[in-house]
């Protein structure tokens, strides 16, 4: 059995709107993540350059939406060399949330592993953006399925495989099932600011499953589910976060909080305490020492792709095409009885 390995889960307030503010600070909380031994650090959803909150307080909001393209990641960047060089330089694997900038300035929500060695092993688009977001965000395609990859860690760890899933990813059957698939030991899951379900309010205007209760519940879950362990990752939103998205009367950001960042074991199982205080606006690092064995015997009463599996009764079908907004437009080879206008696209089935 390979020696338990140490995994940093962030608790932290991005610089909000603002890339490169945003991507140093990611480079510290790398560095300090190494420091204190951790070979794998995790980021909640959309940490650079945040998470744009104010979409649950007013739908359309074009001063914010415009500095929120320009400050958003491209995959392709200096930006993002930081991210990979901070990576190899304290020789620790890094999963980053972060709001994608494509090469024609679309918008994703999209997760990169980088490998210790600083390399990108893959990177992938939330497969459908949750209901406000997608007023900001486009969707994911074929690719986007490859979510799980093995790092090699090195002596005394040797190779694991992680995952990830971005937020109400969490909710959504078949794509659970398909990342379970995969053979994950450790999944991060990835949320933005959340609160907890307001006590004694009846009347919330909000759902139960977004808030800090709600989302915790199906980390926890999908633990259950995949017999992983589940790297539960919360950013924060202080004031100053709230001034610069002016989200006072919103679903989220409304108050200072937001961070709820945990680890949870293979059967469910809660393994890490809030930091500091309990305040939910507290910013570090949760850290914790997992043991795979444990999630070897979780598998032995619960493999929901293997022994507890029936593919002669239920299966799942995946096109894992990517899908592009342009094809190409081949010609077939025609006998001069055939019409002319039989053609083939390239890329399309």
Same mark, same amino acid.
């Given at each position: ?22 991507? !140093?600070? !990611? ?15 995790? @980021? ?9 909150? /104010? ?7 074009m001063?914010?939406?415009? %500095? ?29 949330? @972060?709001? *994608? ?31 406000m977001?997608?007023?900001? @965000? ?29 937020? /109400?990813?969490?909710t ?22 959340i ?12 759902? /139960? ?22 790297l ?21 950001? !409304? ?26 606006a507290?910013?570090g690092?949760v850290? !914790? ?11 032995? @009463? ?9 593919p002669?009764?239920l ?14 437009? %081949? ?6 009885? *055939? ?11």
């Amino acid at each position: 059995m390979a020696a338990p390995i140490r995994v940093a889960v962030t608790q932290a307030e991005p610089v909000y709107l603002d890339l490169e503010a945003s991507i !140093a600070k !990611a480079c510290g909380l790398i560095a300090d993540a190494a420091k204190n031994g951790a070979k794998l650090v995790a @980021f909640s959803e959309c940490w650079v350059p945040g998470y744009p909150a /104010w979409i649950w307080a007013r739908p359309v909001d074009m001063e914010l939406q415009t %500095r929120y393209i320009y400050n958003a990641l491209p995959v392709e960047s200096r930006a993002m060399d930081q991210v990979k060089a901070a990576a190899k330089e304290n020789s620790i694997a890094v999963v980053l949330g @972060f709001a *994608e900038q494509s090469p024609s300035q679309s918008l994703y929500i999209s997760q990169a592993i980088i490998s210790p060695q600083g390399e990108v092993l893959t990177h992938r688009r939330k497969i459908r953006p949750t209901h406000m977001e997608r007023t900001v @965000f486009g969707d994911g395609s074929g690719g986007d399925l490859n979510n799980v990859v093995e790092i090699d860690f090195g002596a005394p760890h040797g190779k694991i495989r992680v995952g990830c899933l971005a937020c /109400w990813e969490h909710t959504q059957p078949l794509l659970k099932y398909h990342t379970i698939v995969q053979r994950e030991a450790i999944h991060v899951a990835m949320w933005p600011p959340i609160d907890p379900f307001p006590a004694g309010v009846n009347d919330f205007p909000g759902l /139960w499953s977004m808030t800090a209760d709600g989302c915790q519940n199906l980390s926890q879950t999908y633990a259950v589910e995949s017999t992983a362990y589940v790297l539960h990752s919360t950013s924060v939103c202080t004031q100053k976060g709230i001034d610069v998205l002016k989200t006072q009367d919103g679903l989220v950001c !409304a108050r200072p909080g937001g961070g709820h960042s945990c680890v949870i074991a293979p059967d469910g199982r809660r393994l890490t305490a809030p930091l500091g205080d309990g305040s939910a606006a507290t910013e570090g690092l949760v850290y !914790a020492d997992l043991d795979l064995s444990k999630a070897v015997a979780a598998k032995g @009463f619960l493999d929901i792709v293997g022994h507890y599996s029936r593919p002669d009764l239920l299966w799942l079908g995946v096109d894992r095409r990517q899908k592009e907004p342009v094809v190409t437009v %081949r010609p077939k080879a025609v006998d001069r009885d *055939e019409q002319a206008d039989d053609v083939h696209l390239e890329g399309l089935p």
